[in-house]
């Protein structure tokens, strides 16, 4: 979708460590220089790649209406 998209395009890995099954990515968000870098946890799962924990910076939260 767009907004996917958008969101891979505006994103970039800083870090990526990978242990065994699982794997932590630090990422940094183009548009928002004044955030600090969050992580994304992985967990590899009958082949796949699935994401476990994803903890954004409150200003990339979207909050319901």
């Known amino acids: ?4 998209r958008l969101a891979y395009e505006n994103r970039w890995v ?3 460590r990978i242990e065994g099954s ?3 990515v630090t990422v940094s968000d183009r548009r928002y220089s004044q955030v600090q870098p969050w992580t ?3 967990e590899l799962e009958e082949g796949k790649w ?4 994803l903890d954004l ?8 209406p």
């Open 40 to 42: 994304w946890e992985f």
């Open 57 to 64: 910076p409150p200003i990339l939260r979207r909050v319901a």
């Open 1 to 4: 979708t767009a907004s996917t």
């Open 14 to 16: 800083q870090s990526e």
């Open 50 to 53: 699935k994401i476990r924990t």
């Open 22 to 24: 699982r794997a932590l």
